[in-house]
């Protein structure tokens, strides 16, 4: 066969498309309606739909589709216990004093911390290259459009006690994000248990 119809084939069978992906965990139903209350009362804002709620443990970026069998069997060799996480506290994070988004903070950190280490070192062992930046759990609930104008300040420290009840991780989950006009859709692509 030759090489042209080699890749015609691989493009006909999608070995060659893109797909966008990252790890992260999935925020119990109460919990994403709690979120929802906090999602009001500013302008110039996007913000996050009640079922896009999630904690990224890495995000990788765009990866063809080829690889993703080997991520997922990456993935599923990682062993770790069941833990609990509590919401608290709301932030924002900003460059160059522009405030880009507005965030949740996790109050226990170290099982996160030691399974993002282990989410790594697996979607390298897969042979997928990724941006390394410093982790900083977090649930993201809006984006900017424009800088906000009035009412940030009131809002940030209204909502500054904000904690949810603890809830236990059981797993977590390989997503697919496909970006639309009026915001992403996160599909699930492989959940992976604790053990």
């Known amino acids: 066969m030759s090489i042209r119809r080699i890749l015609i084939r691989a493009l006909e069978c999608g070995e060659y498309l893109l797909t966008r992906l990252f790890v992260g965990l999935k925020i119990p139903e109460d919990i994403r309606e709690e979120l929802l209350s906090l999602c009001s009362g500013l302008e110039n804002v996007r913000w996050v739909k009640k079922e896009n709620f999630h904690i990224t443990l890495q995000f990788i970026g765009e990866v063809q589709k080829s690889y993703l069998d080997d991520l ?16 608290n506290g709301i932030n924002f994070f900003n460059s160059t004093r522009l405030i880009r988004s ?18 790594n070192i697996s979607i390298e062992k897969a ?19 424009r800088q906000p ?4 300040q009131d809002y940030i420290e209204g909502n500054a006690l904000f904690s949810s009840r603890s809830f236990t991780i059981e797993n977590f989950t390989l997503f697919e994000s496909v970006l639309k006009p009026d915001g992403p ?8 248990p604790s053990r």
Do not use: C
């Open 127 to 145: 042979g997928i290259s990724f941006k390394r930046r410093k982790f900083m759990p977090h649930v993201s609930i809006a984006r900017f459009t």
């Open 72 to 87: 997922v069997q990456s993935l599923s060799e990682i062993r770790f216990s069941q833990f609990d996480l509590t919401l």
């Open 102 to 119: 507005i965030w949740i903070g996790i109050r226990e950190k170290e099982n996160l911390i030691r399974l993002h280490s282990k989410i």
């Open 149 to 152: 104008v009035s009412r940030f």
């Open 185 to 192: 859709i996160y599909l699930t692509n492989t959940t992976f």
